[in-house]
């Protein structure tokens, strides 16, 4: 059974940076594709980007350009980049991990907070 963690979250001000990791137990990790996900209090949770097995790089309108996802197989580790953050990014960022005829495993979350 695969684990995941996320890790990184924290309090920024506006304009600042974080880098969270989501880590992987298993050995397979280079065939499995990574998402992250946010969800903010009260809202519905929402895809913020993805990296394939291949490291093909997909985004959401509203972090692309500011957030970069990029993934070290030899370390089981996706990470998500966060650059120019908004208060508007303030939520509980989720990693799942998608494994090939298996179903998706999220992690327990880690919360970011962009506030002054």
């Known amino acids: 059974q695969v684990q995941v963690v996320e890790s990184g979250g924290g309090l920024v001000q506006p304009g600042g940076s974080l880098r969270l990791s989501c880590a992987a137990t298993?050995?397979?990790?280079?065939?499995?594709?990574v998402a992250w996900y946010r969800q903010a209090l009260g809202a519905e949770r929402e895809f913020v980007a993805r990296?394939?097995?291949?490291?093909?790089?997909s985004y959401a309108a509203s972090v692309k350009g500011r957030f970069t996802i990029s993934r070290v197989n030899a370390q089981n580790t996706v990470y998500l980049q966060m650059m120019s953050l908004i208060p508007e990014d303030t939520a509980t960022y989720y990693c799942?991990?998608?494994?090939?005829?298996?179903?998706?495993?999220w992690g327990q979350g880690t919360q970011v907070t962009v506030s002054s």
């Open positions: 990296i394939t097995k291949r490291g093909d790089q």
């Open positions: 799942a991990v998608d494994r090939p005829l298996l179903e998706r495993v």
């Open positions: 298993g050995r397979d990790f280079g065939i499995y594709n």
